[in-house]
Nanobody
Framework: QVQLVESGGGLVQPGGSLRLSCLGSGVDLRFYTMAWYRQGPGKQRDLVAS???????DYAHSVTGRFTISRDNAKNTADLQMNSLKPEDTAVYYC?????????????WGQGTQVTVSS
């Protein structure tokens, strides 16, 4: 059974940092593009950052310069380092894995982790 499990969410003050981690089990993520999405209250789920199996990264404009996505194939993980957090970053963050040989129909998703940025 394939599972993606996110961890690291929580409550943080504006300007603070959090590190999210996504651990895969039942699947070798080496040849998957890993991504983080987020969904705020009443909003659609949007792409935040992605990293290909060759470690090419891409970011949403709103997080460029503040967030960093990384992967560790030996640990089967993908992390999202979030710095200079803003209240508008508040959302449920989801880990996504897409195989390089297929499209969205083959995606795996985690259950989500809540990030709340508030004073």
């Amino acid at each position: 059974q394939v599972q993606l499990v996110e961890s690291g969410g929580g409550l943080v003050q504006p300007g603070g940092s959090l590190r999210l981690s996504c651990l895969g089990s039942g699947v070798d993520l080496r040849f998957y593009t890993m991504a983080w999405y987020r969904q705020g209250p009443g909003k659609q789920r949007d792409l935040v950052a992605s990293i290909t199996y060759r470690s090419i990264t891409d970011y949403a404009h709103s997080v460029t310069g503040r967030f960093t996505i990384s992967r560790d194939n030996a640990k089967n993980t993908a992390d999202l380092q979030m710095n200079s957090l803003k209240p508008e970053d508040t959302a449920v963050y989801y880990c996504n894995a897409r195989p390089t040989w297929s499209g969205p129909s083959s995606d795996y998703w985690g259950q989500g982790t809540q990030v709340t940025v508030s004073s």
